[in-house]
């Protein structure tokens, strides 16, 4: 049979819900199935019976694609597969696959929808059903958003399902047995009198059937692994200091490079001189790059030796030079010309405010880096004829169409192998680094580079988090909040971040506001407003995106409100809420740490905080003691609503890193620019939570929603106004920039 037949006769269309959010458009686009990309190379008698699963006779290998950095995505992913098809997920190989538009992630686009994520109205369903079809048109392969387990909790065990069924077809076929009769356990069939047949044995049967695409999924409590503490599969490796990451690579006749690019982002070089490099130990070739030098070299330290002899004059880019620059032209950029969005706009603000005891207020946040452990490296061999690329990435399609640009090849000669990473918080959502490694590989063909940058080209040539500036006022009548207007300036994420990957996108930009405009509270007048800042530096998306920065901002004045109306934090936060899902959070944590105020006493405080992201309501306690010598955090009680928890242990460790991520770089955090350049280069001055400061954490989840939801982000943006309304209530401080070392001393 031939190929273009097996494809077309096999593709492969898992399940109404996962293409189109339910709803039936009835349109052929819209539900036309994606061809399975396993079958475009099999070899004799082996069967990609799904997108996820291919089996021959030397064994079972589950397709994971969503990135894994670190979180136990390739895990969790494998888990929902051999839950439906009966394998242990210990016993089979686990592979990102290739890029494929089969692989797309339906819910990526959800939070561009104008509506906050407790609407359940038809209007706003039906927004969320139509916008999931945005991904499957682009074949958008991409990790985050805190998408992967909500994405894939049908989709993959759906997957799994198809190949059980589809496996016992085949058994039927061969022993002549009702397929109805037959069961599976352990990577098996088991015929009605006991008889086993392995699923290897079954493939080349398997790859001649049509897959039984009518399946059932089973219930809760015929679960085997899901709902349960499961042992990550890659727990040992890790615990072992065996796992290999991107950076760990290693090729025959492999040569190393590193760069040097123009701080200034986007502007080029304008002298080098390269006399010292050229001559040093070890060096192969220094060739220009974009905007920037190349240094190959036998080995990562002579490039990085080379690379720093190298003396370099660089263009300066159009943008201020400074971080108080920068501020500056966000303050200027709160006027009616700049405004992106008004999603929140309730009561009559205008009329409020022009009473005499309006309380006003200024916030600001910084640029904050991403600086993953692993720093940004990547493996490529070039031919005339191929392209190959080893690297971490969270978006391998765009990492493939670049390449193939750049190259001059097609995307059908372009190979990216996603390896796993040693951190990204969204720094992988970038590709610059891919394309570097790129440029240099082309300049030694045949050869493979592997391209590294040092910790100091990692923190200076980082897409931060965007800095912002908000400016509120509000007012309270009779012991209640009343009024809060937010005018929050930045510039626009995404038409810098999708600029980069895809071009100009039209629009205003939610994420400017996400994390204040949607939260669930009835104030009478309400008004959140986006302003969009000129793009000065580039930014990109960072843990928890626009809700990171935005939950200190919200929760940050309405603290300040609840304080001038004399009522207490938590227990107005539960009067102004009207989403019984985020009320349930705010009182489990109110018993969780035994809340009767935010005066502990004896120089003791503690502050409350809520943001609802990705669809998550999370309530955070942070309680601190205000030493001779500094703050000290005792301790963080979190509440978070995820409708189901399909791995408890790894649940909790996603929420206290999350926590202690979101309060270390409340503590210490900031990028701050001079003469185009970032200050800080290292961990030295970019200091995260040590583990002596780290508090007790205590984790609740809640499961009263009826949708799954992921829980990698939602736990950052509460832990930063938590711990600066622990700060107010044991010192009277009122902090309002972070990070909150330029105000107190942490110990």
Known sequence: MGKLRTITRRSFMIGSAAIVGGVAFGTYAAKKPIPNPLLNDLADG???????????????????????????????????????????????????????????????????????????????????????????????????????????????????????????????????????????????????????????????????????EEVELRSPDQWRFLGKNIPRVDMIAKCTGTQTYGIDLKMDGMLHATVRANPGYGAPVKSVDDTAAKAMRGVHKIIPITNGIGVIADNTWRAFQAADALQIEWEAPDYPASTEGMFKVLGDSINDDTRDTRLRNEGDVEAALQDDDVIDAEYRLPHLAHAPLEPMNAVVLYTAEKLEIWTGTQIPGFVRTHAAELSGLSEEQVFVYAQTMGGSFGRRLEDMYVMQSVELAMAVPGTPVKMTWSREEDMSHDFPRPSALMRAQGKTVNGKVDTMSLDIAQPSLAASWFGRLLGPVPGPDATIVAGSWDQPFAIPNYRVTGYRAPEMVPISSWRSVGASGNGFLHNGFLDELIHAAGADPLQERLRLCEHDLSRKVLEKVGEMSNWDGPDLGENRGRGVAFTLSFGVPVAEVVEVTNTPDGIRIDNVFVAAEVGQVIDPRNFEAQVIGGVIWGLGHAMNCELTYADHMAEQTNFHDYEGMRLYQTPQIEVAALTNGDKLRGIGEPAVPPAAPALAGAIFAATGQRIRELPLNKSVDFI
């Open 46 to 212: 082996e069967a990609g019976l799904t997108p996820y699963v291919k089996i021959n006779a030397d064994g079972i290998t589950l397709i994971t694609p969503r990135a894994d950095k670190g979180q136990g995505a390739y895990s969790v992913q494998a888990y929902l597969i051999a839950e439906e098809l009966d394998v242990d997920p210990s016993k089979v190989t686990l592979s990102p696959g290739m890029p494929d538009p089969a692989y797309y992630n339906a819910l990526i686009a959800e939070e561009g929808v104008p509506f906050p994520a407790y609407d359940d109205s038809w209007l706003a369903a039906t927004m969320r059903d139509l916008i999931s079809v945005v991904p499957k048109f682009m074949g958008l392969q991409l990790t985050g958003g805190s998408s992967t387990t909500a994405e894939a909790f049908v989709k993959l065990r759906t997957a799994g399902a198809v190949a059980r069924e589809t496996l016992k077809e085949a058994a039927a076929q061969q022993t002549g047995t009702k397929r109805a009769d037959l069961r599976t356990e352990d990577g098996q069939v088991i015929l009605p009198d006991g008889t086993k047949i392995a699923y290897t044995a079954l493939a080349e049967t398997a790859a001649k059937i049509d897959p039984i």
